[in-house]
């Protein structure tokens, strides 16, 4: 089983920033896609953003797309989400998820995927 860690969340401004960590340990079979998604109270579960299989492609939700980027480092099984621009309705408590076998059309389904960590909170709110 691979071992997904989240840090990095905190309560922020709005228009503030935050940088999110997800680093995996254990026996990961590559390609391997990480992937965030993120829950509010009292809604489901919502994909995020994604880097599909390790390598160039990475895949945004329409509400971050512009102002969140992830990225990718290797050599430290880490993903990173950077969010900028932060608001309200960013809320959540954000997740990291990774699969060994994922498909593509299967990307933001939140069901599809065998690896997750516990969370952390990330608050924006003045």
């Known amino acids: 089983q691979v071992d997904l860690v989240e840090s990095g969340g905190g309560l922020v401004p709005p228009g503030g920033s935050l940088r999110l960590s997800c680093k995996a340990s254990?026996?990961?079979?590559?390609?391997?896609?990480v992937t965030w998604f993120r829950q509010a109270p009292g809604k489901e579960r919502e994909f995020v953003a994604a880097?599909?299989?390790?390598?160039?492609?990475?895949y945004y939700s329409d509400s971050v797309k512009g102002r969140f980027t992830l990225s990718r480092e290797r050599a430290e099984n880490a993903v990173y989400l950077q969010m900028s621009s932060l608001k309200p309705e960013d809320t959540a408590v954000y997740y990291c998820a990774g699969d060994s076998r994922l498909i593509l059309s299967s990307l933001r389904v939140s069901s599809q995927y065998d690896d997750w960590g516990r969370g952390t909170q990330v608050t924006v709110s003045s």
């Open positions: 254990g026996p990961i079979s590559k390609p391997y896609t």
């Open positions: 880097n599909w299989r390790g390598g160039e492609r990475t």
